[in-house]
């Protein structure tokens, strides 16, 4: 099940950063895409297989239900 | 902006899923203690403040400070060796952004697992990424000491005071003096 509390905690932090979460459900899974405000500090962003072993708890579900876009992908 | 990410973890290089958890230090008296500098703005100041005061408080020698090439990546092998050849304690900061918070909690738990007491520093605004990082290296409990952020914009005074809030809770995590 998804925690909620715990997304908005981790779309908190990355807002720190200047970047923006959203998370869609779609199917069995999500899409999840990470924007960038202009001048965004590029390295200062986890990788992507990180950042997806950090949502899978959180989201409830495992890694390949976990469709995650990045800024410059 | 984007041309790479970066991968702050290691674990291609490090095993996963073993508690760390170095034994600590009866007394920081005649300590060495090593400071890793992460290159954030402020964070080799800090560090320095720091073991100023692990040295004039509780008789530590600050023995080796160095700085990593990237905030975002892992203490790398030749690096990590040099260190805990040459100190006993190692302070570890400053994890002020996403990446870099992570990549010091990964450095932490690794000294930790080479024998050596870490005591790593991140600004609250980054709790959720050091732990989560912790525990993507198995290790969720490990316990690194959080300033309020951000940390990049202090003043040298203002850092100076960070130091000083931050002693104790450095010398309490790195040693038994103050527990």
């Known amino acids: 099940m998804k925690d909620d509390a715990r997304l908005e905690q981790m779309a908190a932090t990355l807002a720190v950063d200047g970047y923006h979460l959203t998370v869609e459900e779609s199917g ?30 959180i989201l409830g579900v495992d890694a390949d239900a976990i469709r995650l876009t990045y800024p410059n992908d | 902006m984007f041309d790479r990410i970066l991968d702050p973890t290691g674990l291609s290089v490090r095993p996963a899923g073993v508690a760390s958890g170095a034994r600590r230090l009866p007394s920081l008296a005649g300590a060495r203690v090593g400071l890793l500098d992460n290159t954030k703005q402020n964070a080799a ?11 004039s408080r509780y008789g ?27 100190c006993d304690v190692v302070v570890v900061g400053v994890g002020d952004c996403g990446s870099c918070s992570a990549s010091a909690v990964a450095d932490g738990i690794t000294f ?23 525990e993507v290296h198995g290790d969720a409990d490990f316990d690194f000491l959080m300033t309020p952020h951000p940390v990049a914009v202090l003043n040298p005074e203002q850092v100076a005071v960070r130091a000083g809030e931050l002693l104790d809770v450095v010398v309490a995590r790195v040693s038994e003096e103050g527990r």
Do not use: H, N, Y
């Not at chain 1, 999500?30 to 990788?47: Q, W």
């Open chain 1, 28 to 57: 069995a899974g999500f899409d999840v895409r990470i924007t960038a405000d202009p001048e965004t500090c590029g390295d200062c962003l986890v990788p992507k297989k990180i950042l997806v072993t950090m949502l899978q708890p």
């Open chain 2, 45 to 55: 100041l800090l560090l320095a403040e720091i073991g100023e005061l692990m040295t």
């Open chain 2, 60 to 86: 530590a020698v600050v023995t080796i400070r160095r700085t990593k090439e990237m905030f975002a990546l892992p203490v790398d092998e030749p690096l990590l060796s040099e260190m805990k050849t040459a």
């Open chain 2, 112 to 134: 930790e697992r080479e024998g050596v007491p870490a005591a790593v520093i991140c600004s609250d605004a980054f709790a959720v990424t050091a732990r989560a990082m912790a």
